[in-house]
């Protein structure tokens, strides 16, 4: 047994590697580089000849964590470790995180929960070439092949202009770089150098990355003060499942017969989600800001578990002032 399990990692580790440029679209793609942006040809052509495609991308993205329900999804960005090492990360950059809420208007602890559930705070930024599982999804996943495309161009650039080993850097199965993962075409429009060194790095600088979560939050609409979810409950005899989910006032749910816990201005204009639990169903109302966090990772397990790791650092923070 121990014999034939042996012969078996043999063959897994020696098997050979695909290589990118036979896969169909690369050539065509290269024109459209060197023409567009006016890459040299023959270095494009070598970097193509070694990227390689990788099916664990394909199989990664085939498989997302929000297909777990929502407690087990839930589970490991809520835990002791994650929040612990969340306070760790704000007494380490106190200073830049209240900075950048001054600057952007976005509370510190969201600034710290996004970077904690994208990297565990920088811990774990990615195990993947980005070159590889760029160029793997761009021809090798029809479904969002466009959009993969359009993120090669743009790590490509990005590689150029800030003079990045292209071979070497690594990030998620989607190609998404550093402490806060950012996609390459947000990296070159929202990344900033908040730490002031001439450099913006967010492969290495913790600075650089808070300003630039905090900065993409502004650019996509975060309202300074608003709300971001509610719980709430439904009235005897309503069934919220019953009800349509797009975005009206606090006003009119509460006609509706949905009103949430804690006060919140009627004219607030929210969505209804339900999420399911252990013992049951929990209704929430999403407002404008949590829709921003979206723009991040569209899924509304993501923005929640954001939200829900924001409100305990933040908890937990100001018991600690309070000791």
């Known amino acids: 047994m121990i014999l034939r399990l042996f012969f078996a990692l043999v063959w897994v580790f020696a098997a050979p590697c695909v290589h990118a440029a036979e896969l169909p679209g690369i050539p065509q793609f290269i024109d459209e580089m060197v023409a ?8 494009l052509e070598q970097i193509f000849s070694r990227a390689q495609h990788r099916q664990a ?16 999804y839930r589970a490991p960005f809520l ?3 994650r929040i612990n090492g969340g306070l760790q990360f704000w007494a380490l950059h106190a200073d830049a995180l209240q900075r950048a809420e001054k600057q952007y208007g976005v509370p510190q602890e969201t600034i710290v929960a996004l970077i904690g559930v994208e990297t565990m705070y920088g811990n774990n930024s990615g195990k993947y070439s980005v070159l590889d599982a760029l160029v793997t999804l761009a021809f090798d996943y029809p479904r969002r092949a466009a959009f993969f ?5 743009q790590y490509l650039l990005l590689a150029r202009e800030q003079k990045l080993d292209i071979f070497k850097m690594q990030g998620s199965y989607a190609g998404a770089i550093g402490i806060p993962q950012f996609m390459p075409g947000s990296y070159r429009k929202y990344a900033v150098d908040f730490s002031e060194d001439g450099t913006t790095d967010l492969m290495r600088d913790p600075l650089d990355a808070i300003g630039s979560v905090a900065n993409y939050l502004r650019q996509f609409g975060w309202s300074n003060g608003g709300p971001v979810a509610a719980r709430a409950r439904a009235d005897d005899g309503v069934n919220a499942s019953d ?3 797009e975005s009206r006032a ?5 006609e ?10 009627a004219d607030k204009s ?24 979206t723009r991040y990772n569209n899924s509304d397990f993501y923005a929640m578990t954001v939200h829900q790791l924001a409100e305990a650092l933040r908890d937990a923070r100001g018991a600690a002032a309070e000791k």
């Open 256 to 265: 509706a017969g949905v009103r949430p816990e804690n006060p919140v201005a």
């Open 243 to 245: 009800l349509a989910p």
């Open 270 to 293: 929210a969505r209804l989600m339900i999420f399911t639990v252990t013992d049951g169903k929990e209704l929430w109302l999403a407002f404008n800001n949590f829709d921003v966090i």
């Open 57 to 72: 991308v394909i199989d990664s993205i085939s498989k997302p964590a929000t297909l777990k329900p929502w407690p087990e």
């Open 149 to 153: 495309r359009g993120e090669l161009e």
């Open 250 to 254: 606090v006003a009119n749910w509460a």
């Open 36 to 43: 567009k942006h006016q890459f040299n040809r023959s270095e």
């Open 79 to 81: 835990s002791d470790k």
